[in-house]
């Protein structure tokens, strides 16, 4: 699963940490209760029991973040194969243990990270335990079957080339950053997929896949020390593995902007502007998140159980209501480096690249100078984040992810537990200044998606000859 | 299948579905869940595609989103403005029978939520320039998937699976030609004659008093306070026949600039209320769905490696939705994958499932009931289609024994008697293929 500017982080674990914490203290009273195991394994447990269900989540400190040229994609195959089977649970088996009581699985690989899940009935859940413990270390990675997975990613890549937005991210991705891995897509160059081995599949695999690199989370309808005490029975005997490499290929700072042009079929045109983003430990975060509230709506906070409609916000005023594009979405996800805050506009049939990427700016120059973010704003984003965290407190899956996201991006859970509280700090004067900071032009790439059909009868009868005058105000 | 006791008693039935008829004839359910303080609100109504004549493709679906761009005193903009600010939700979208509605706030907004619901219903605006707005992004959306090859397979299977005058072989979005040609009249004269009381269901799920919210309900969409014109509702017509296919009917449409061709490949079948439905179903579980994609997944994407994605999946519905298999493989592997797809069918057609795998599809079905049902928005999913199929409150209680009572031979027979190797509606959209 290619989740495109959803990434992740990665600090090591805080070792230092006491053994077991429960923010709410040692009554099952829906805290999170934390350790790290003897071998390594960050473990945080959190019993929720508003229904019969429980989900389990291992995250690696893998993704693509931590790939060179040559081996890109490989987290995400790596994460395909471990879907095939070891000596215990052979190819097909997990797959019909979990589905046969009720169970739902998956994975997904991100820049940060890659993760496995298993929600099942309540009951049923020591099985996911088994599943995670078993295939962290004994995944068979057979030959035949890294054969056949190639044509299976190489398909995926594929089926993402056939929409116009995979190949402009891939372009935009590639000039924002020229030194740091969130270069390249998820999915992988296509030349690293023709090429890269079986040795390669699980080198990767054994230095990255250990208790010592991983996180497990547990949330669910169950006794919380029961759980733990399982967790601990099902992971506590394998080994700690190797450190990690660390990541040194810092991107260097952006000095003028930068443009990629990507042509291709079709009829609709694209814009896609990113800018530099702050990694999710770094102060400017949170006032970003409330900026990227106002202008493309809650969506664009990264915010659990968010993402309804954006039809109040900043930049669907100037953009959609103005009739220049058919919608306009994006936003920034928390990462352990700093990624991209991104706008993604489509535009409305008949329009140009330039006339909306002249609205945007206008939009973004009242912004930074007439007309900054109000205190009215400020609590809506609020309240909009308290309503979306209400939401996700109703899903143990989702409680599930944003945990472990939280430790691994951010270095501990608290960042979740706490994220209203860090945005009720916010100030306007917060927000305007990241907005200065992060949107300026010399930090920015703008990718322009070019369609070349050549079939242009619909231009000429959509002549938007009723339409509003876009007005810069600079 | 054993379950424990708070499982049981998580499953909605007759002893927490609170089951209401407001004085104008729509029915309403209710589930109390204190759980967290948020509500959803969840509805359908008798307007769908099926309504509107070919030359007027895509109609339905364009009142449906119009209904919240202007309705009593409320502009498009303060609708939104009020909505966002709360972050609640509310959208409409027509399929080709019903108008489904759905909506989530938190319990503190809920009259917030119900007054723009009603209004939307009951008093839609359709200001001029706010047709002309949606109709653009109407219009740049259908430009957009006519170059999805997933989309575009999807829409000409539909052309091929039903016969030209049945409303199944038109897209319910129409097409840029009958979009284009629409006028707000059209707009408003459908919502007059299609949107009403009749048949309109409403499901209520979440941190309220099922009491108070009748009452509340009453007062919005309750005889008293609708208006005269929203109460007269045209009958939905019935179908035309989808006569079985023949031969197969075989389409390859070339998508330019893609890499991935994506192929949909199959047939009518059987509506929510034919007999064999949970057949048909069990069937279309054991072809393409569970686990990572039932057999289908295990042939065409684990052994053999021709696409990233292959499944079935069995619409149901009001009529008789289609029974479909779905693939996206690389252009060479194209009539490698369909020739296995077809053998897969053959083979539910020609030999039993064994008993493991039988009572392995079943327990799945049964068995992945909590976790469809832990959230509000999938209990509130779940009510409403209990009550537009006419399933009965005690519908879930009575799952179990429904699903555990089909017998092999019956789930061969469904499998007979809707897909054919032989015959059935094959589309394809990508990359020309080379030896066509």
Redesign the interface.
């Known amino acids: 699963m290619d989740k495109p500017f959803a990434p992740l982080r990665t600090p090591s674990p805080p070792r230092n940490a006491p053994q077991v914490t429960a923010a709410g203290g040692d009554a099952d009273d829906g805290s999170v209760l934390r350790t790290v195991l003897d071998s390594g394994l960050t473990v945080l447990v959190r019993g929720m029991h508003h229904a019969p269900v429980a989900t389990f989540w291992v995250f690696y400190r893998v993704g693509s973040r931590n790939e060179v040229p040559g081996i890109t994609g490989i987290s995400h195959w790596t994460e395909h194969m471990m879907f095939k089977g070891t000596p215990a649970f052979p190819g097909g088996v997990l797959d019909r243990a979990i589905s046969r009581v009720g169970g739902q699985w998956n994975a997904m690989t991100s820049t940060d990270y890659t993760a496995y899940y298993e929600t099942m009935p309540a009951g049923e859940i020591d099985l996911g335990l088994q599943i995670e413990s078993d295939r962290m270390v004994n995944s068979l990675f057979d030959s035949d079957e890294v054969s056949s997975e190639r044509t299976v990613i190489i398909s995926e890549r594929q089926g993402s080339e056939n929409q116009p937005l995979f190949l402009l991210e891939e372009e935009v991705r590639a000039a924002a950053f020229r030194v740091h891995p969130y270069h390249h897509m998820i999915v992988g160059d296509m030349a690293d997929l023709q090429t890269i081995s079986r040795d390669d599949l699980y080198t990767h695999y054994r230095h990255h896949y250990a208790p010592s690199n991983a996180i497990a989370v547990a949330v669910g309808d169950f006794d919380r020390d029961s759980m733990l005490a399982r967790i601990r029975e099902s992971f506590g005997g394998l080994q700690p593995g190797p450190e990690p490499r660390p990541i040194h290929r810092v991107e260097p700072e952006q000095k003028g902007e930068r443009r990629v042009i990507v042509e291709g079929e079709g009829q609709t045109a694209y814009l896609l502007m990113a800018c530099r983003a702050p990694s999710a430990t770094q102060a400017d975060f949170f006032p970003l998140s409330v900026l990227g509230s106002a202008l493309l709506g809650d969506g664009a906070m990264g915010l659990p159980g968010g993402g309804g409609s954006n039809k109040s916000s900043r930049l669907y005023k100037a953009l959609v209501e103005t009739e220049l594009a058919a919608s306009v979405g994006g936003g920034m996800s928390p990462t352990i480096d700093p990624f991209l805050f991104a706008v993604t506009v489509t535009l409305r049939a008949g329009r140009e690249l330039p006339e909306v990427e002249a609205a945007l700016d206008a939009e973004l120059d009242r912004l930074l100078t007439t007309s900054p973010v109000t205190e009215a704003e400020l609590a809506r984003a609020i309240k909009r984040a308290k309503a979306a965290f209400v939401y996700s407190s109703e899903s143990v899956t989702n409680q599930g992810f944003w945990l472990g996201l939280s430790e691994l991006a951010a270095g501990s859970y608290t960042w979740f537990e706490s994220y209203l509280d860090s945005l009720t700090t916010v100030t306007a004067d917060d927000v305007a200044r990241v907005a200065a900071a992060h949107l300026r032009r010399p930090v920015r790439t703008v990718g322009w998606y070019v369609p070349t059909d050549s079939e242009k009868r619909l231009d000429s009868a959509l002549q938007p000859s009723d339409l509003p005058p876009v007005q810069p105000e600079m | 299948m054993v379950?424990?006791s708070?499982?049981a008693a998580?499953i909605p039935g007759p002893h927490d579905i609170e089951r209401q008829l407001l004085s104008s004839g729509v029915v309403v359910l209710m589930r109390e869940?204190h759980?967290?303080?948020?509500v959803v609100i969840d509805g359908s109504l008798h307007m769908g595609a099926v309504d509107t004549p070919a030359a007027k493709a895509g109609l339905a679906r364009f009142t449906a989103s119009a209904l919240l761009r202007g309705a009593g005193r409320r502009s498009?903009?303060q609708i939104?403005?009020e909505?966002?600010?709360?972050?609640?939700?509310l959208?409409f979208s027509a399929g080709q029978h019903v108008t489904e509605f759905g909506g989530?706030?938190?319990a503190e907004d809920v009259d917030l939520l119900l007054d723009i619901l009603r209004d939307a219903l009951c008093a839609p605006t359709f200001p001029a320039e706010q047709v002309?707005?949606l109709r653009?992004?109407i219009?740049?959306?259908l430009?957009?998937r006519?170059?999805?090859?997933r989309y575009v397979a999807g829409r000409e299977f539909g052309k091929l699976a039903y016969p030209t005058e049945h409303p199944y072989s038109r897209s319910a979005d129409g097409t840029?030609d009958t979009v284009?040609a629409l006028v707000r009249e059209d707009i408003a004269d459908f919502w007059r004659q299609h949107c009403g009381p009749r048949g309109m269901i409403v499901s209520v799920v979440g941190d309220v008093e099922a009491s108070e919210m009748i009452g509340k309900l009453e007062d919005r969409l309750g005889l008293g306070s609708l208006p005269a014109d929203f109460a007269e509702q045209s009958p939905q017509e019935g179908l035309p026949p989808a006569t079985a296919l023949t031969a197969i009917q075989e389409h390859h449409v070339h998508?330019?600039?893609?890499?991935?061709a994506d192929i949909a490949l199959g047939s009518a079948g059987p509506p929510r209320a034919a007999e064999d439905y949970q057949h048909a179903r069990l069937a279309n579980t054991i072809l393409g769905v569970?686990?990572?994609m039932g057999r289908l997944g295990?042939n065409v994407?684990?052994?053999?490696?021709?696409?990233?994605?292959s499944y079935s999946e069995l619409r149901g519905g009001l009529g008789p939705g289609p029974w479909l298999v779905r693939a996206?493989?690389?252009p060479a592997?194209v009539s490698q994958a369909i020739d296995s797809i077809r053998d897969e069918i053959r083979r539910l057609q020609t030999e039993p499932v064994p008993a493991d795998e039988l009572?392995?599809n079943k327990?799945?079905l049964?068995?992945?009931?909590?976790?469809h049902?832990?959230?509000?928005?999938g209990v509130s999913a779940t009510i409403l289609n209990m009550e537009l199929y006419g399933l009965g409150l005690d519908y879930l209680q009575r799952y179990p024994e429904i699903i555990e009572e089909v017998s092999a031979d019956q789930v061969q027979a469904a499998a007979q008697r809707y897909l054919d190797p032989e015959a059935h509606a094959l589309a394809v959209a990508?990359p020309q293929i080379e030896n066509e």
């Open positions: 379950r424990s708070s499982e998580s869940n759980a967290s303080p948020s498009f903009a939104f403005e909505i966002e600010s709360v972050g609640a939700s959208s989530h706030c938190l002309e707005k653009g992004q219009i740049t959306g430009q957009v006519a170059h999805d090859t840029v284009s998508v330019p600039g893609k890499t991935q569970f686990g990572l295990d994407r684990d052994r053999q490696g021709l696409a990233y994605y996206g493989v690389n592997n009572a392995d327990s799945f049964v068995g992945s009931l909590p976790v049902l832990e959230t509000n928005h990508g």
